[in-house]
């Protein structure tokens, strides 16, 4: 599952998340913090039992510093055609 978050940009806020995803039930597969405007995008790959997933996503939904928040059940693949 892929959990999406927008939150401004201050590291203080995203050790708030990684904080709250720490106490997650949830294997972290991969994270990407990208910074965009005046916001910090973060990408949160985890796995885990569906009612953790759901914990963390109401979890983090309930921090007032995020912007947004979005949850995907499956990665999306991007394929790239080159020309030889």
């Known amino acids: 599952m892929a959990i999406k978050l927008k939150i ?24 990407e913090v990208e910074a965009r405007d005046s916001s ?10 569906a009612d953790e ?13 995020v912007l947004e928040i979005g949850v995907a059940t499956s990665a999306q693949a991007i394929a790239v055609a080159t020309k030889a």
């Open 8 to 31: 401004p940009q201050t590291m203080d806020y995203v050790g708030r998340v990684i904080s709250i995803v720490r106490r997650a039930k949830v294997a972290v597969k991969r994270m």
């Open 40 to 49: 910090y995008y973060i990408v949160l790959e985890v796995e885990g039992p």
């Open 53 to 65: 997933v759901q914990w963390l996503t109401a979890k983090l939904d309930k921090l007032p510093e």
